[in-house]
């Protein structure tokens, strides 16, 4: 089957991240709000085996996600990045119901180093940025519960592993372990990027990354095919 919304998102995608590097604005107001609705056609196109529920559940989180992505066009405004904190929240949310319902399950072996990525993204906070520690600390918990779940070997049972995590293959259930890598690697960066990126040159470099991998993470978490093999 044609992915045609999938594809346009990747377009939209590299807009994005271009306008990001080159600090044009204007593009990333153009491209970056489509990328989560080009997401969620693609759920409605080519998930219609979905069960109800997980489709309420992957429109829902795409919805806060756009919410997020809006808010987050402009990264250094230090409330417009706590309320897209807070949309990701949901979305985050809505991502660990719909792995629960998959059947997966906190493992310590997965959990261990992303409770102390959270730990120590806190610290971090609590020394460069007071004000934003417990907003972020509270969305970091979100993020933490998803790709803990995301992670579970169980999602793909058949599957070869490494370090307790599926390695990407062929069937997509496999990939959703690197989706959330890539969305926890994309978030420690907005902390990195607020505390440490001091010129416009690094701020822009680090959001161009900061970009390209939640947009890879997106691309991965949202395939319906996950939610329906």
């Known amino acids: 089957m044609a992915r045609p919304f999938r594809a346009a998102f990747a377009g939209a995608a590299v807009l994005t991240v271009a306008g990001a590097l080159t600090g ?4 990333q107001w153009i491209a970056k709000p489509m990328m989560m609705p080009l997401l969620a056609a693609d ?6 085996s979905l069960a109800p529920a ?4 992957l429109l829902g989180s795409l919805g806060a996600a756009t919410v997020g992505d809006v808010l987050l066009i402009d990264p250094d405004d230090d409330r417009r990045l706590v309320a897209g904190a807070s949309a990701f929240a949901v979305m985050q949310a809505g991502y660990s119901a719909l792995w629960w319902r998959r059947g997966a399950r906190p493992r310590a072996a997965v959990a261990a180093p992303r409770i102390a990525a959270w730990l120590g993204a806190g610290a971090l906070l609590r020394r460069g940025a007071p004000r934003l520690a417990l907003p972020l600390s509270g969305y970091g918990a979100t993020l933490a519960t998803a790709a803990v779940l995301a992670s579970d070997p169980g999602l793909a049972p058949e599957a070869k592993t490494l370090a307790g995590m599926n390695l990407p293959a062929g069937d997509p259930r496999t990939r959703v372990g690197l989706g959330a890598l890539l969305f926890t690697a994309s ?3 907005i902390v990195l990027r607020r505390l440490f990126a001091r010129t416009p040159r690094a701020r822009r470099i680090t959001e161009g990354i900061i970009l390209a991998t939640y947009a890879g993470a997106q691309y991965l978490l949202t395939d319906p095919r996950v939610h329906t093999e």
């Open 54 to 57: 997980d489709r309420a559940l």
């Open 43 to 48: 759920v409605v196109h080519s998930g219609r």
């Open 187 to 189: 978030d420690g960066l």
């Open 24 to 27: 044009r604005d204007r593009l």
